[in-house]
């Protein structure tokens, strides 16, 4: 694995979020197991270290297995929001 400096894992983790968001757009017809493994597959080619490096699986996962989707679109993009300070 290769060494990041806290400013390269910052702008990683962006990355990781920004990927994210546009695989919550375009999430009209897709299945939920093809995008969380998309965003996997992005993960691990970044190979990025740490416990939380698939909180944003855990994010889309939630979305997808939720039964109120208006409520649960509304609790992602707080979610987002505040790990990605990014006009949407």
Excluded: P
Aim: charged share 35%; aromatic share 14%; hydrophobic share 35%.
């Amino acid at each position: 694995m290769k060494k990041y400096t806290e400013q390269e894992y910052e702008l990683l983790r962006k990355e990781v979020w920004n990927n994210c968001i546009d695989l919550f757009n375009k999430r009209k017809g897709k299945k939920m197991n093809s995008i969380l493994k998309s965003q996997r597959k992005f993960i691990n080619e970044l190979g990025i270290l740490g416990k939380n490096k698939y909180k944003s699986v855990e994010y889309l996962k939630t979305y997808f297995k939720s039964e109120d989707r208006a409520l649960a679109e509304q609790v992602f993009w707080n979610s987002i929001y505040h790990k990605v300070k990014t006009v949407f």
